[in-house]
């Protein structure tokens, strides 16, 4: 199976967030930055699929230069090459858009599967995956813990609210959008992280894919959420802060 | 171009609490531009679903109806939306942000050239759209600039199904028709199953009355036994959010959270939770929240009723201490 696994560079989780002076973007300056966590889980489901049943994986990212380590650090985990579309704007361009240049990046490929993680840490959004869908007309199923292969296709396990889940069957080439937790991410190896020095990395500049991306939807403005809620905040030592708490929720909020 | 429209989803047969909010916001956008609002409907029977929805003042009512409907698929939901759209010409077309949407909603955008403003959790003048980016760490404005109908998905909880305007109507004037979409079989492409439940579950985290819950911030599962003391010593379930039962640390039926349990308890505990959308929605019917995080900036904080910003290997222990100290 031929494999293509869209993935997406976002801010470390722990990073600390600052408005632009504009105030239409976080402030970049000095973020660090990791693949997107569903995005490894969909990786790691491509590279199980390889050593299941032979074929290749390619990962696909859309991103400025920065997004390098984030490939690499993909092809040192066993991805067999990479695309990377070379956009230096991608958070002006609304989810559409981004789809737009990953499915013209795809198309020539023909690959037997699209995956791609359920959501971005950063935006949040899950559209990537079922829209890529869409425009590449291929059928598609998203919020997927297990992939098997079967003669016709595949069988996917899609987690459903509240601990419910669903087998569904599709036939193959489709797009799967990949929920964190189904597999056990592996680490990149010395020999893998040496090997990933010598694999193919094409770079597609964005203007060469001659993609209409002109946003339907503008992000405006980005803002630090009002607090809603009177939160209060104990001060103290570990010990003084945890004496004042039990004794709010005892005689104050009347818990315990 | 007129109207706002509502995409209705049932849960066991009656109108979800998700798609009343969605109603509710409905109403809202529907006041700032000045239209009616009106709710579809979408199934293979959904006669008494339309009914139910009928019994709120709305424009109207349309029952979306077709054989391969009584199943949902994205392609089949797509399909009936699409040519339903195409007759209406919506200005805006407002759905629940269930997992059902999220799988077929930006398809159905995508197919008239415009992008889903999912997961809104505000909406003002304009119309412009609050969304939450960076985990809840930032709130983002979205303005629609396309020409076709605007697609919009809401955030449970974000507006209240109290809310909706009921005027003084007698239930069931809404006007109620049937829409027939053309599907053909070949059209559908995946074959979905029975909807069934992982393992069987031993804790019923929805009934518990305190529960200690624990994200990321624990670092190591060798740090697990601590937090068990402070359970133990509050008589409190364990529970966690999603990351830590993805790495097998507690089982997952402990998860908290919208693809996990939802809970209503007395007393919860966040501990090193950082209070992602998905977490909040689980914790929302807690009566009192207190939060322990070192990140003074963390979204958690601003669900809790208590708060204290530092260590858990250091303020954990000294809580439990506390709480033995208290029971004496």
Same mark, same amino acid.
């Given at each position: 199976m031929?494999?293509i696994?869209?993935?997406?560079q976002?801010?470390?989780?722990?990073?600390q967030i600052?408005?632009?002076?504009?105030?239409?973007?976080?402030?970049?300056s000095g973020?660090?930055w990791?693949?997107?966590e569903s995005?490894?889980y969909?990786l790691?489901?491509?590279?199980?699929l390889?050593?299941k049943?032979?074929?290749e994986?390619?990962?696909?990212?859309?991103g400025?230069?920065?997004?390098g380590?984030?490939?690499r650090?993909a092809?040192?985990?066993?991805?067999?090459?990479?695309?990377?579309i070379d956009?230096a704007?991608l958070?002006?361009?609304?989810?559409?858009?981004?789809?737009?240049f990953l499915?013209?990046?795809?198309k020539p490929?023909?690959?037997?599967l699209?995956?791609?993680?359920?959501?971005s840490?950063?935006?949040?959004?899950?559209q990537?995956g079922?829209?890529l869908?869409?425009?590449?007309?291929?059928?598609h199923?998203s919020?997927?813990?297990?992939?098997d292969?079967?003669?016709?296709?595949?069988?996917v396990?899609?987690?459903l609210?509240?601990?419910w889940?669903?087998?569904i069957?599709l036939?193959i080439?489709?797009?799967?959008?990949?929920?964190s937790?189904?597999?056990k991410l592996?680490?990149?190896?010395?020999?893998?992280?040496?090997?990933?020095?010598?694999?193919?990395v094409r770079v597609?500049?964005?203007a060469?894919?001659?993609?209409?991306?002109?946003?339907?939807?503008?992000?405006?403005?980005?803002?630090?959420?009002q607090?809603?809620k009177?939160?209060?905040?104990?001060?103290?030592s570990?010990?003084?802060?945890?004496?004042a708490?039990?004794?709010?929720?005892?005689f104050?909020?009347?818990v315990? | 171009m007129?109207?706002?429209?509502?995409?209705i989803?049932d849960?066991?047969?009656?109108?979800?609490r998700?798609s009343w909010?969605?109603v509710?916001?409905?109403?809202?956008l529907a006041?700032?531009t000045?239209q009616?609002v009106?709710?579809?409907?979408?199934g293979a029977?959904?006669?008494?679903l339309?009914?139910e929805?009928?019994?709120k003042?709305?424009g109207?009512v349309v029952?979306?109806e077709h054989?391969l409907l009584?199943?949902?698929t994205?392609?089949?939901f797509t399909?009936a939306?699409?040519q339903?759209i195409?007759?209406e010409?919506p200005t805006?077309v407002?759905?629940?942000h269930t997992?059902q949407?999220?799988d077929?909603?930006p398809?159905l955008a995508?197919?008239?050239g415009?992008?889903?403003?999912c997961?809104v959790?505000?909406l003002?003048d304009?119309?412009v759209?609050?969304?939450q %980016?960076m985990?809840?760490r930032l709130n983002g404005?979205?303005?629609?600039?396309?020409?076709?109908p605007?697609?919009?998905s809401?955030?449970a909880?974000?507006?209240?199904?109290?809310d909706?305007?009921?005027a003084d109507?007698?239930p069931?004037?809404?006007?109620v028709?049937v829409?027939?979409?053309?599907?053909?079989p070949?059209?559908i492409?995946t074959r979905?199953s029975e909807r069934?439940?992982?393992?069987?579950?031993?804790v019923?985290?929805?009934?518990?009355?305190?529960?200690?819950g624990?994200?990321?911030g624990?670092?190591?599962a060798?740090?697990?036994?601590?937090?068990?003391? %402070?359970?133990t010593a509050?008589g409190a379930?364990?529970?966690?959010?999603?990351p830590?039962?993805?790495?097998?640390?507690?089982a997952m039926?402990r998860q908290i959270?919208?693809?996990?349990q939802?809970?209503a308890?007395k007393l919860y505990f966040?501990l090193?939770?950082?209070?992602?959308?998905?977490h909040?929605?689980?914790?929302?019917g807690?009566q009192?929240?207190?939060a322990?995080?070192?990140d003074p900036?963390?979204?958690i904080?601003?669900?809790a009723?208590?708060?204290i910003?530092?260590?858990?290997m250091e303020?954990?222990?000294?809580?439990t201490e506390?709480?033995k100290?208290?029971q004496?």
């Amino acid at each position: 199976m031929k494999i293509i696994v869209a993935i997406k560079q976002v801010p470390e989780r722990d990073a600390q967030i600052r408005i632009d002076a504009a105030g239409k973007w976080m402030d970049e300056s000095g973020l660090q930055w990791a693949l997107n966590e569903s995005d490894a889980y969909a990786l790691e489901e491509a590279l199980q699929l390889k050593e299941k049943h032979g074929g290749e994986v390619v990962v696909l990212t859309a991103g400025p230069e920065r997004v390098g380590p984030t490939i690499r650090e993909a092809l040192a985990k066993g991805a067999d090459r990479a695309i990377h579309i070379d956009c230096a704007d991608l958070n002006k361009l609304d989810a559409l858009g981004v789809a737009r240049f990953l499915a013209a990046a795809i198309k020539p490929e023909n690959p037997d599967l699209v995956l791609t993680g359920l959501q971005s840490d950063d935006l949040g959004q899950g559209q990537t995956g079922v829209i890529l869908a869409e425009l590449l007309g291929l059928p598609h199923s998203s919020l997927i813990l297990h992939v098997d292969k079967t003669d016709s296709g595949l069988t996917v396990k899609r987690e459903l609210e509240e601990g419910w889940f669903q087998l569904i069957e599709l036939p193959i080439p489709a797009v799967l959008t990949i929920q964190s937790g189904g597999n056990k991410l592996r680490y990149a190896t010395l020999m893998g992280i040496k090997r990933a020095k010598t694999k193919e990395v094409r770079v597609l500049p964005a203007a060469e894919l001659a993609i209409d991306t002109a946003p339907v939807v503008i992000l405006e403005r980005v803002t630090l959420p009002q607090k809603q809620k009177s939160t209060q905040m104990i001060p103290g030592s570990p010990k003084e802060a945890a004496a004042a708490l039990v004794e709010k929720l005892k005689f104050e909020a009347r818990v315990l | 171009m007129s109207g706002v429209w509502v995409v209705i989803e049932d849960k066991d047969g009656r109108v979800s609490r998700a798609s009343w909010e969605a109603v509710a916001a409905g109403q809202k956008l529907a006041a700032l531009t000045g239209q009616p609002v009106n709710a579809a409907v979408l199934g293979a029977q959904t006669e008494a679903l339309a009914a139910e929805v009928a019994s709120k003042a709305l424009g109207s009512v349309v029952r979306i109806e077709h054989p391969l409907l009584a199943v949902y698929t994205a392609e089949g939901f797509t399909l009936a939306l699409q040519q339903f759209i195409e007759q209406e010409s919506p200005t805006q077309v407002v759905f629940p942000h269930t997992y059902q949407v999220r799988d077929y909603a930006p398809k159905l955008a995508a197919r008239f050239g415009q992008a889903l403003i999912c997961d809104v959790t505000a909406l003002a003048d304009g119309p412009v759209f609050t969304r939450q %980016l960076m985990q809840g760490r930032l709130n983002g404005s979205y303005r629609p600039t396309g020409n076709g109908p605007c697609f919009v998905s809401v955030q449970a909880g974000a507006f209240r199904h109290e809310d909706i305007i009921i005027a003084d109507v007698q239930p069931g004037s809404s006007a109620v028709s049937v829409f027939t979409p053309a599907i053909e079989p070949a059209q559908i492409r995946t074959r979905p199953s029975e909807r069934f439940r992982g393992a069987e579950q031993t804790v019923d985290l929805g009934a518990a009355q305190r529960i200690v819950g624990v994200g990321r911030g624990i670092k190591d599962a060798a740090n697990l036994p601590m937090i068990q003391a %402070l359970a133990t010593a509050l008589g409190a379930e364990l529970g966690a959010s999603r990351p830590i039962c993805d790495l097998g640390w507690l089982a997952m039926e402990r998860q908290i959270g919208s693809s996990g349990q939802t809970i209503a308890p007395k007393l919860y505990f966040a501990l090193g939770i950082s209070g992602a959308i998905q977490h909040l929605v689980g914790i929302k019917g807690s009566q009192c929240i207190v939060a322990i995080n070192k990140d003074p900036n963390a979204p958690i904080f601003e669900a809790a009723d208590y708060g204290i910003i530092g260590d858990l290997m250091e303020v954990v222990p000294a809580l439990t201490e506390a709480v033995k100290a208290a029971q004496q």
